[in-house]
T-cell receptor
């Protein structure tokens, strides 16, 4: 069985400082991992995905995440936060590459960016 | 533009009054699914459909029905809504040729059951 834990429900950073959103996963197989972002009153949008290629994955808007199998982590980072990054972020794990049926969502991290 | 369209976006109803939330996609996706989002719980899958006339339960199907009579539409039906179905609902689609398990989401439908 797979599971995903987002370690912080809320993260607050100042504009221009680094962002770190933490995600740990549990999977019996080699998982696929994703980060989605949800801006207020919007649907979820894919930020980036890991599917067993390079362990450092670059996404949109300057975000990246590193797959660390030994630590079962997939933390999301950005060197410099922008006000437009304020949103809710979801870490997602999947064991079955062929079917979105097996996606498991984390509970979300709300990112606040202070001026 | 690839889109998943949900209607209504906002709805307030009363207990027991049947309602339908529509979902339509223009991407020719085989796979479609419905999720509900509740604070602190992330997204939980209600039902999914692998193709026309093929549907199956997700993690929280109680109190919901779906149908998939044509590829582009996947309505969510609440036959007798109850207050615990007050939530934010998302429809999503994925094509067989898209990247591994990447979903395209609708903008969401916020439902309040009084």
């Amino acid at each position: 069985a797979q599971s995903v834990t987002q370690l912080d429900s809320h993260v607050s950073v100042s504009e221009g400082t680094p962002v770190l959103l933490r995600c740990n996963y549990s999977s019996s197989y080699s998982p696929s991992l994703f980060w989605y972002v949800q801006h207020p009153n919007k649907g979820l949008q894919l930020l980036l995905k890991y599917t067993s290629a390079a362990t450092l994955v670059k996404g949109i808007n300057g975000f990246e995440a590193e797959f660390k199998k030994s630590e079962t982590s997939f933390h999301l980072t950005k060197p410099s936060a922008h006000m437009s990054d304020a949103a809710e972020y979801f870490c997602v794990v999947s064991e079955d590459v062929g079917s979105a049926r097996q996606l498991t969502f984390g509970s979300g991290t709300q990112l606040t960016v202070l001026p | 533009e690839a889109q998943v369209t949900q209607n209504p976006r906002y709805l307030i109803t009363v207990t027991g009054k049947k309602l339908t939330v529509t979902c339509s996609q223009n991407m020719n996706h085989e796979y479609m699914s419905w999720y509900r989002q509740d604070p602190g719980l992330g997204l939980r899958q209600i039902y999914y459909s692998m193709n026309v006339e093929v549907t199956d339960k997700g993690d929280v199907p109680e109190g919901y029905k779906v149908s998939r009579k044509e590829k582009r539409n996947f309505p969510l039906i609440l036959e007798s809504p109850s207050p615990n179905q007050t939530s934010l609902y998302f429809c999503a689609g994925q094509g067989a040729r898209s990247g591994a398990n990447v979903l395209t989401f609708g903008a969401g439908s916020r439902l309040t059951v009084l």
